[in-house]
């Protein structure tokens, strides 16, 4: 399953408007049967002044059942990158079998915890996430290979892709070459299906065991 993001909406202040995402912007909430379910829009608010941009993401607290565990908050975006850091938007976040195992606890590798602010409260909280395809919408002053409108893979593990952006390295993400024409669907499973493949091709089997 591959999930979509939009831009989050600003997040709420005294001086209140209302803000309704069109059709679709879904946002993903639980898991059934190993897929996020999709619901229905959420309404948001924020101020017509010192407006402050936010960032949704699926989190959980502790391992568990995904259906149980799995929930959606918003949260302030991280400032401006600085030094060799970029600003990624998520474009595409595929739900693969190990971020469930991850989500499970069953994974060997895990999310990190963040410490995100959720309605004035501290929490930490996972982001889980392990593939996905990003935009660069803003890069610090020492990065020197990526530029803003570049597509990326990530390629360091767990990094958090479930959710609408992040700030990362620039050597945690590998830059997309979109003029060899590929797919954003195909972009993003770059990561994890092609070490897949090369992992069953590469491994000497006997097929008349399987």
Not at 33 to 58: D, E, H, N, Y
Request: hydrophobic share 30%.
């Amino acid at each position: 399953m591959m999930t979509s993001h939009r831009d989050a909406p600003p997040q709420s202040s005294p001086s209140l408007s209302t803000y309704t995402p069109g059709p679709r912007a879904a946002v993903v909430t639980k898991a059934e049967s190993g897929m996020l379910r999709l619901l229905k829009p959420t309404t948001f608010t924020w101020t017509r002044t010192l407006t402050t941009m936010a960032t949704r993401a699926v989190v959980y607290e502790s391992n568990g059942n995904p259906a149980s565990v799995l929930s959606v908050v918003t949260y302030p975006s991280p400032p401006r990158p600085t030094g060799s850091s970029v600003t990624i938007k998520h474009l595409l976040s595929p739900v693969n079998p190990s971020d469930i195992n991850a989500v499970e606890g069953v994974y060997p590798h895990q999310p990190r915890a963040r410490q995100l602010s959720i309605g004035g409260q501290e929490r930490t909280l996972h982001i889980p996430g392990n593939e996905g395809l990003g935009e660069i919408t803003d890069v610090g002053e020492g990065v020197r290979g990526l530029k803003k409108g570049d597509w990326v893979v990530f390629g360091k593990n767990q990094c958090g892709t479930w959710s609408s952006g992040q700030i990362l390295e620039e050597g945690d993400v590998i830059k997309v070459d979109r003029e060899t024409g590929i797919s954003a669907v195909n972009a993003a499973t770059l990561t994890v299906r092609s070490t897949q493949k090369h992992s069953w091709f590469r491994t000497p089997t006997d097929l008349r065991t399987m």
